[in-house]
């Protein structure tokens, strides 16, 4: 990727020193160590729609967060442990009412899990670091990936580059 950005986001814990830190720029997370709180320290720590949705896994209403139609140019990091997840270059509209990204910004930022809840069977995508629920990937993106990771804007924030 092109410039250098001047913001600047830890790779180590939550809310810890930046020891190893990393630009937005640089995708390569070769060690991303896990956040572990209780679910008590999660609720002290997390808005009650943002626990809702990231430690409950539950989802907001389509076509209603934040980031569904926002196009700005910058990263999206996760809402509870500041992990970059997705660039907005890899963002589309899917008409899903949802924020979908073709793909995480690095392989190691997001992991997969089996989700046979509602009836189907989905997989589910929490961030790499404290396990958050994000959303789902699907197989129906555009290239060059052919995937739509539709996540839940309650689980981003949004970082202008």
């Avoid at 539950?58 to 967060?65: D, K, L, P, Y």
């Avoid at 997840?85 to 997969?112: M, N």
């Avoid at 990771?149 to 949004?158: D, E, P, Q, T, V």
């Amino acid at each position: 990727m092109a410039a250098a950005v001047a913001l600047v986001l830890s790779l180590g814990g939550c809310g810890d020193a930046p020891e190893n830190q990393s630009t937005v720029e640089d995708t390569s997370m070769t060690s991303i160590e896990k956040v572990i709180r209780t679910e008590e320290e999660w609720r002290e720590i997390l808005p009650p729609d943002k626990y809702r949705v990231l430690r409950e896994k539950g989802t907001e209403r389509a076509f209603t967060g934040e980031y569904d139609d926002h196009w700005e140019d910058g990263v999206y990091i996760c809402y509870a442990c500041d992990l970059p997840l997705f660039d907005s270059r890899t963002k589309f509209h899917s008409g899903s009412g949802w924020p979908s990204f073709w793909q995480p910004i690095a392989p190691e930022a997001v992991e997969e899990h089996r989700d046979d809840s509602l009836g189907m069977s989905r997989t589910e995508i929490t961030c790499a670091r404290c396990d958050g629920h994000l959303g789902h990937v699907f197989n129906d993106g555009p290239e060059p990936t052919g995937l739509r990771y539709c996540m839940n804007s309650a689980s981003l924030k949004f970082v202008p580059r």
